[in-house]
């Protein structure tokens, strides 16, 4: 194994010995991250303008292997293409949200638990009350695109923002996704540093 991996080996140490292995991959997720997160922007602009209905739920850590499992799987790449092909009407995907899971779309026309709170306006949908749902029971987040009037919504930790302009959007995720994992990725390589330190 080591003969046949010789040239992965030398360039882990490599990188490993000049401080880049946890950098690159911190860098390479925020990469992505952002990528995933201009596709959703992206793909929500398109179908806010044509009163498309939407629902797409973002997992973060709270694990949502169960209602990836209610719908289609997918496993498929974020793009903006993708995201308004699966949500335009009468195809067989559109009823439902997507799930986007480790900056991949995991699954399509999944089920999202009802919220049952009684403050909930009388005149928001199916698609805001599984959203408001499912973020009362993950820490997920969940854009939606209202089919009625084309408004966009978004909801996180048992919260429901409405009317959200684009500009307002890319700065929910870009602050719950992309800085939270700098963090996350931060204390990692802190982690490690201090084991390899003390070890």
Same mark, same amino acid.
């Given at each position: 194994i080591i003969i046949i991996f010789q040239p992965e080996f030398r360039r882990a140490l490599e990188q490993l010995g000049r401080g880049r292995l946890f950098s690159r991959t911190g860098s390479n997720e925020e990469e992505n991250e952002?990528?995933? +997160?201009e596709a959703i922007i992206k793909a929500t602009d398109y179908m806010a303008k044509r009163r498309i209905? &939407?629902? +797409? $739920? @973002? !997992?973060? !850590?709270t694990g949502m292997g169960d209602y990836i499992e209610t719908g289609i799987q997918l496993d498929s790449k974020v793009s903006a293409e993708l995201l308004i092909n699966i949500f335009i009407p009468n195809t067989p995907l559109h009823d439902g949200a997507v799930i986007i899971q480790k900056n991949r779309v995991a699954a &399509? &026309?999944?089920?999202l638990p009802l919220s049952e709170s009684p403050f909930? $306006?009388?005149e928001?949908?199916?698609r805001h009350r599984a959203a408001l749902? @499912? $973020? !009362? +029971?993950t820490d997920s987040i969940t854009v939606i695109v209202s089919e009625e009037t084309g408004n966009i919504s978004l909801t996180k930790n048992g919260e429901l923002y409405r009317d959200v302009s684009m500009d307002r959007l890319r700065e929910l995720l870009q602050s719950e996704i992309i800085s939270i994992s700098k963090t996350n990725n931060a204390a990692s390589t802190r982690w490690n540093w201090r084991v390899k330190k003390d070890g």
């Open positions: 952002g990528k995933m +997160v209905g &939407a629902l +797409v $739920s @973002i !997992e973060r !850590e &399509a &026309a999944c089920y909930i $306006s009388k928001l949908g199916t749902g @499912i $973020s !009362e +029971v």
